[in-house]
């Protein structure tokens, strides 16, 4: 029996995998047009033609609507622009509550706090790692004002009851679609099943232009709001002739020629890379099985295309006898990059459970016009705290960029371990 890489032996990997690259000669090309246009941005605070941005800026959004099937897409610097800029839109403010995940980067959870308003922590899906429909429900108070669901691993939520609570209720659903660009459910697309749905264009994920973001969304209203948000609401709500204030303060939210230049680039990648990602993901979906029954590939409901933002695994201790920090140690050592849990609930960060974001007297916990009784205790969602401290495994493998001989190294390196278990 091979001697395990943990214990000395040599590892079934010395090589890191490859890095996923997916910049090449056309957004170059497209950069170097922008620079030999000298148009690098032409937004204006103020109400005018170029309130709106410059042409690559409209060319995106038109590239992005016809690709998702949207009526609208309003560009951004950022998805978390995007996530502040929806939770605006739509009303929200102090007093409010915002039922959000508690498994996902935490500007999931922070767009409801700008604007003055209370994260509530909806549990999440064992098997798709989403906020659940039935814990959404348990949730809902006189303050509820909006719902912000997130395909987390590029898995859609379960959309279609999320959104006959929200209509049952009249509160807005905002789809934080950031790891899920180009996954569907139901032949319809991540990021287009909510009242408002958020891309990220962040580098690591899917297709990217560095930083930015793009909200998709049918409503016109919303449309015409996000768009005011994003620049500088304030100064053109007057000649725009807007007549509901709420909200209508503005940022600086606006991207750049040259990265809505590239974005566009990318964009017509997508179908590509995600092909790419599925494939991977495939196949290490029917290998990993088969030699260590302790592990569960990541569940892909009916009717939806998976985005393998990353892969996840589920560990079963009882089944494999150790402890799964000491098996994911021992991928390690094979080189096989593998990680413990994603991220700790959002709810245990000190800001909640100190209940101190604004000012030193803990606005907006402490707001006289909120008369809700939130609960940021320990094992509120007890699904999400199972995941992170005992269950969930990521790896960032399946991509573009690694072959199948990539992979093969990967189930060599689980087959490994698994049959030396015991030695662990």
């Given at each position: 029996?091979?001697?395990?890489?943990?214990k000395?032996?040599?590892?079934?990997?010395?090589?890191?995998?490859?890095k996923?690259v997916?910049i090449g000669e056309?957004?170059?090309?497209?950069?170097?047009e922008v620079?030999?246009s000298?148009v690098?941005?032409?937004?204006?605070?103020?109400?005018?033609?170029?309130?709106?941005?410059?042409?690559k800026?409209q060319?995106l959004?038109?590239?992005?609507?016809?690709?998702?099937?949207?009526?609208?897409?309003?560009?951004?610097?950022s998805?978390?622009?995007?996530?502040?800029?929806?939770?605006g839109?739509?009303?929200?403010?102090p007093?409010?509550e915002?039922?959000?995940?508690?498994?996902?980067?935490?500007?999931s959870?922070?767009a409801a706090?700008?604007?003055?308003a209370?994260?509530?922590?909806?549990?999440?899906?064992?098997e798709?790692?989403?906020?659940?429909?039935e814990?959404?429900?348990?949730?809902i108070?006189?303050s509820?004002?909006?719902?912000?669901?997130?395909?987390?691993?590029g898995?859609p939520?379960?959309?279609?009851?999320?959104?006959e609570?929200?209509?049952e209720?009249?509160?807005?659903?905002?789809?934080?679609?950031a790891?899920?660009?180009?996954?569907?459910?139901?032949?319809?697309?991540?990021?287009t099943?909510a009242?408002?749905?958020v891309?990220?264009?962040?580098?690591?994920?899917?297709?990217?232009?560095?930083?930015?973001?793009?909200?998709a969304?049918?409503?016109?209203?919303?449309?015409?709001?996000?768009?005011?948000?994003?620049?500088?609401?304030?100064?053109?709500?007057?000649p725009?002739?807007?007549?509901?204030?709420v909200n209508?303060?503005g940022?600086?939210y606006?991207?750049?020629?040259i990265?809505?230049?590239?974005?566009?680039?990318?964009?017509k990648?997508?179908a590509?890379?995600?092909?790419k990602?599925i494939?991977?993901?495939?196949?290490?979906?029917?290998?990993?099985p088969?030699?260590?029954?302790?592990l569960?590939?990541?569940?892909?409901?009916?009717g939806?295309?998976?985005?393998?933002?990353?892969?996840?695994?589920?560990?079963?201790?009882?089944?494999?006898?150790?402890?799964?920090?000491?098996?994911?140690?021992?991928l390690?050592?094979?080189?096989?990059p593998?990680?413990?849990?994603?991220?700790?609930?959002?709810?245990?960060?000190?800001?909640?459970?100190?209940?101190i974001?604004?000012?030193?007297?803990?606005f907006?916990?402490t707001?006289?016009g909120y008369?809700?009784?939130?609960?940021?205790?320990?094992?509120i969602?007890?699904?999400?705290?199972?995941?992170?401290?005992?269950?969930?495994?990521?790896t960032?493998?399946?991509h573009?960029n690694?072959?199948?001989?990539?992979?093969?190294?990967?189930?060599t390196?689980?087959?490994?371990?698994?049959?030396?278990i015991?030695?662990?």
């Open positions: 029996m091979e001697n395990l890489a943990i000395g032996g040599s590892p079934v990997r010395k090589e890191p995998f490859p996923y997916t056309e957004e170059k090309k497209a950069v170097i620079l030999d000298t690098l941005s032409k937004f204006l605070a103020k109400w005018s033609p170029d309130f709106f941005g410059g042409p800026v060319a959004e038109q590239d992005w609507a016809k690709y998702f099937k949207t009526k609208n897409a309003i560009s951004v610097n998805a978390t622009s995007g996530l502040y800029a929806a939770v839109a739509a009303g929200v403010g007093g409010d915002v039922i959000v995940s508690p498994y996902t980067m935490s500007a959870a922070t706090l700008i604007y003055g209370i994260p509530v922590f909806a549990d999440i899906d064992p798709i790692f989403c906020i659940t429909p814990s959404i429900r348990k949730l108070t006189p509820t004002k909006a719902i912000i669901t997130v395909d987390i691993f898995h939520a379960d959309m279609k009851e999320t959104m609570i929200a209509d209720h009249d509160l807005i659903v905002i789809e934080d679609a790891q899920a660009p180009g996954a569907t459910l139901n032949g319809k697309y991540a990021g099943l009242h408002m749905g891309f990220s264009l962040n580098y690591h994920k899917t297709i990217h232009c560095g930083e930015g973001g793009v909200i969304t049918d409503d016109d209203v919303l449309a015409e709001r996000l768009q005011m948000i994003r620049n500088h609401a304030e100064g053109a709500v007057k725009r002739g807007v007549k509901d204030l209508m303060v940022w600086n606006r991207m750049t020629e990265e809505a230049a590239i974005a566009s680039v990318q964009l990648k997508l590509g890379l995600l092909k990602r494939d991977a993901a495939d196949f290490l979906s029917k290998s990993l088969g030699i260590a029954p302790f569960t590939p990541p569940k892909v409901r009916k939806v295309r998976h985005g393998y933002y990353v892969y996840p695994i589920r560990y079963d201790k009882k089944k494999a006898g150790v402890p799964r920090e000491k098996f994911v140690e021992a390690n050592a094979e080189g096989i593998m990680t413990n849990g994603y991220t700790e609930p959002i709810y245990l960060e000190p800001l909640y459970q100190q209940r974001a604004f000012g030193k007297d803990g907006p916990f707001y006289p008369h809700g009784k939130v609960d940021y205790n320990p094992g969602c007890p699904v999400c705290e199972q995941m992170y401290y005992r269950e969930l495994m990521l960032d493998v399946c573009a690694v072959s199948h001989k990539d992979l093969k190294d990967v189930v390196a689980v087959e490994k371990v698994t049959d030396s015991g030695r662990l």
